[in-house]
């Protein structure tokens, strides 16, 4: 194995783990949101309720990336084939809440409530 090869095995390796555990940390502020109770306006509250924030929308984007140099590798060197390359590309992106994956759900919330 070349230094070029070591160092790309070793990036596409950090960009998986960062993926993996942005992905949970995404999801663990977002329970976290959700099971936030709202207290009354008349408890003397002042409204303002700071939301649980995660990593935002760089797990989604960082593992679509991955994936997108994972798929070449992988035909490369093991000579896997991989069906619908894009679809694959994509599913990092809607898999994590903050991303296209919470707007889905946000949609579908809204139009299971009407």
Not at 23 to 39: E, F, G, Q
Request: glycine share 14%; proline share 8%; aromatic share 12%.
């Amino acid at each position: 194995m070349t230094g070029g090869g070591l160092l790309g095995l070793i990036l596409l390796s950090m960009g998986w783990l960062f993926f993996l555990g942005g992905l949970a940390v995404n999801y663990a502020a977002l329970r976290r949101s959700l099971s936030r109770k709202v207290p009354a306006p008349e408890q003397g509250s002042s409204g303002a309720l700071q939301s649980p924030s995660g990593m935002g929308f760089l797990p989604g984007v960082v593992g679509s990336l991955v994936v997108f140099f994972t798929i070449p590798a992988l035909h490369r060197w093991w000579g896997v084939e991989i069906p619908w390359p894009w679809l694959w590309i994509a599913l990092p992106l809607v898999l994590d809440p903050f991303c296209l994956g919470g707007l889905l759900l946000l949609i579908f919330a809204r139009l299971r409530r009407s």
